[in-house]
Every structure is written in structure tokens, then in C-alpha cells.
């Protein structure tokens, strides 16, 4: 059992930049694949970033130069800073993880209840 506690979101104007955070707890003594999703009201949820068992790293076509993904193993702490944010950014954002990438992006694995984040113009 692994649960997840988004924190971070918030509203800012576009252009603006939030960092969210991710803190694991329960049995996280695993490597897992870990990312971040995002689903805006009446769109489907899409990935945003990942990083796969091996410490590689993909972003969403959207998202690239924007956005970064990392991770502090000792603090159990995912993170993902956004920057230069706009208004299709806005939505539910949250993070989960599993023992594989494969698994996690058929949805998968261990997810946590989200932060939300909105973006005006």
C-alpha cells in the first residue's frame, strides 16, 4: 500500500509558475515508475511527465520546456515545476506511481486525490 498527498496548486496568472509536490508513504522501499496527470472539466485525463524505473525522464509534447519532473528518494517527494503556465494548463492535478511505466500509463498503480491548479488570462 503506497498513498500519495499532492500539495502546490493554487491560482496564478498565465505566465506564472507553481511547483507541486507529491509525498509517498506506506510501503515505499521500491523503485517504482512514477508520474504526473492532469484532467480539466470535460476532457480526458493525459499524462503530463514520467519517470520510469531506470530514472528516465518523458514529458507531454505540451509541456516540454515548461515543465520539470524530479524526484528526492530520501524524502519520498515527487515534484513537478511548472513555469510559463497558461490557461490550457489548468486542471486537476495528480500523482501516481507503479512498478512499471507500461502499467502506469494504462492506469495503474497507486494515485493520490489530486492539487488543483488554475490559470487565468
Known amino acids: 500500500q503506497v498513498e500519495f498527498v499532492e500539495s502546490g496548486g493554487g491560482s496564478v496568472q498565465a505566465g506564472g509558475s507553481l511547483k507541486l509536490s507529491c509525498v509517498a508513504s506506506?510501503?515505499?522501499?521500491?523503485?517504482?515508475?512514477m508520474g504526473w496527470y492532469r484532467q480539466a472539466p470535460g476532457k480526458e485525463r493525459e499524462g503530463v511527465a514520467f519517470i520510469d524505473t531506470d530514472g528516465s525522464i518523458t514529458y507531454d509534447d505540451s509541456v516540454k520546456g515548461r515543465f520539470t519532473i524530479s524526484q528526492d528518494k530520501e524524502k519520498n517527494t515527487l515534484y513537478l515545476q511548472m513555469n510559463n503556465l497558461n490557461p490550457e494548463d489548468s486542471g486537476m492535478y495528480s500523482c501516481?506511481?507503479?512498478?512499471?511505466?507500461?502499467?502506469?500509463?494504462?492506469?495503474?498503480?497507486?494515485w493520490g486525490r489530486g492539487t488543483q491548479v488554475t490559470v487565468s488570462s
Open positions: 501516481a506511481a507503479d512498478f512499471g511505466l507500461d502499467r502506469l500509463r494504462k492506469g495503474y498503480g497507486y
Open positions: 506506506g510501503y515505499t522501499q521500491h523503485t517504482y515508475a
